[in-house]
């Protein structure tokens, strides 16, 4: 009995350091997430997936300018061989046809055929659009990695500032409960009143519902986090940086030129394609010339068996062929493609002029919600301060009796709405720097650095 306590003990002290490995916290910064999700994160996955793809395509689009090659062989067997008439003139009955079988009844061919494409325009400028098609790939990988880190960026300062909200709440319970136990004491020496109490005890289980809401919400954001990084679910994690870091290196100019925009590159990179595909389709006026060559052997017996027989004969035959090929008239399809193809290559161009215009405005916007939220988490910091402090002097004049619980109430009401719309200042200003860095490329520092 004590050998199987003892064994039972050991086996539960031995499962303490993995049990202690599963709950060990991983500290995450900012950059290190972002890197972990366009690492791992599905849709930049898929990006760069697209990307090989897309390689394989230009290999597949190459192949058509390459030589062809293909060996095959047949065996037949002639159960009935075909019947033919002939003039009788040939065996001396002239004035009849005679009815004759000829051919062998076994017949038996191999044989090695070559084709190359000698000029096709068409498909010179296939394997051009191609390689663009390519590049258009690797940019959408770039674009799904800055969308990825924008989107975490905005999440992981969700999480910081609900995290300040939840200390903020946690303040506000403790100011509450010790107000509560100090009302408690004046209505039990009967100086206070019991409604100004109850009026405390309400207050104190609202804030514990604001802390039990805002822990459930922080919960749920670490687990988008998680599920966004690839991380195990049970894992626990912690955001190491703070609400304060400052993204930008430096106050943000405004700007015109967005050339540099992952979103107009790729406009610019389609507009490309669209150009290319115009001459593409002009160039199916002109003529393509193929050549091919067959080289092959064919053996013909009339039994079987002469087929392993040491005089065996095999008869060659070979050609080669150059086809010149040219295009007279299509019924007009060709024409419809490339005012086809014109119209797409002016539609993107409208594209790509409206979003240069977008992100003018879009910028524009974004400095002034930038500056403008950056004076409202100082205003609001300040104001946030001095709620605190006259939360505080009335708490002290209503302990000493100068100050009644409903001017207490007041400015804890005041208090609150200081409280929310600092952190309300605090997200808008960071969401104001993801924004502004999304669209003067800072974004990307986050991913590379």
């Known amino acids: 009995m004590k050998r199987t306590i003892f064994s039972l003990a050991i086996i539960l002290l031995g499962g303490l350091p993995i049990l202690a490995q599963e709950s060990k916290t991983t500290g995450l910064s900012l950059q290190q997430c972002v890197q972990m999700a366009v690492e791992k994160n599905i849709n ?12 394989y395509k230009t290999e597949e689009t190459r192949s058509i300018l390459l030589p062809k090659v293909n060996v095959s062989g047949s065996f037949q067997d002639n159960i009935s061989l075909p019947t033919t008439l002939i003039p009788g003139s040939f065996v001396g009955k002239p004035g009849t046809d005679i009815a004759m079988q000829m051919g062998s009844q076994y017949s038996t061919a191999a044989s090695l055929n070559i084709s190359q494409v000698l000029y096709n325009k ?65 209505v039990d020496n009967g100086i206070g009143k019991q409604v100004d109490l109850d009026r405390v005890s309400v207050n104190l289980e609202n804030y514990y519902t604001q802390l ?45 030129d967005f050339s540099n925009h992952i979103d107009i590159k790729l406009l610019e990179s389609q507009q490309e394609i669209n150009l290319l595909n115009q001459k593409s389709i002009k160039s199916g006026y002109l003529p393509t010339l193929n050549f091919s060559g067959l080289l092959a052997y064919q053996g013909l017996k009339s039994d079987f068996k002469d ?27 060709k024409r419809a493609k490339s005012r086809q193809a014109k119209l797409d290559y ?23 919600n930038y500056q403008n939220n950056k004076n409202n988490v100082d205003r609001q910091q300040q104001n946030l301060k001095l709620a605190e402090k006259v939360y505080d002097e009335t708490s002290l004049k209503y302990r000493e009796g100068l100050a009644g619980m409903t001017n207490l109430l007041q400015d804890e009401i005041s208090l609150s709405n200081a409280q929310a719309g600092y952190l309300t200042a605090l997200y808008n200003f960071k969401d104001a720097e993801v924004k502004i860095m999304s669209l003067n490329g800072e974004i990307r520092n986050l991913i590379n650095n």
Do not use: H
């Not at 027989?309 to 008239?329: G, M």
């Not at 002016?346 to 002034?368: H, I, P, R």
């Open 44 to 55: 930049a996955k898929t990006a760069r997936i697209d990307k090989e793809k897309s390689r």
């Open 122 to 186: 068409t498909a010179l400028l296939a394997l051009e659009i191609s390689k663009k098609a390519a590049s258009l790939s690797e940019l959408s990988v770039e674009k799904a990695n800055e969308e990825i880190a924008a989107e975490v960026a905005r999440l992981y300062f969700l999480a910081l500032t609900t995290t300040e909200q939840q200390k903020l709440i946690e303040g506000n319970i403790a100011r509450t409960e010790k107000l509560k136990n100090i009302t408690k004491v004046t």
């Open 212 to 256: 039990s809401n805002t822990q459930a919400t922080l919960e749920q954001q670490l687990n988008m986090m998680k599920y966004m990084l690839d991380i195990p679910q049970e894992q626990t994690i912690t955001l190491t940086d703070k609400t304060d870091m400052l993204l930008l290196k430096s106050t943000p100019m405004l700007m015109s």
């Open 307 to 333: 087929y392993f027989s040491a005089d065996s004969k095999w008869y060659p035959y070979s050609y080669f062929t150059v086809n010149l090929s040219v295009p007279v008239f299509d019924g007009f399809e």
């Open 346 to 368: 002016q539609k993107t161009q409208e594209k790509l002029d409206a979003t240069k215009q977008s992100f003018s405005m879009s910028f524009k916007n974004a400095m002034n």
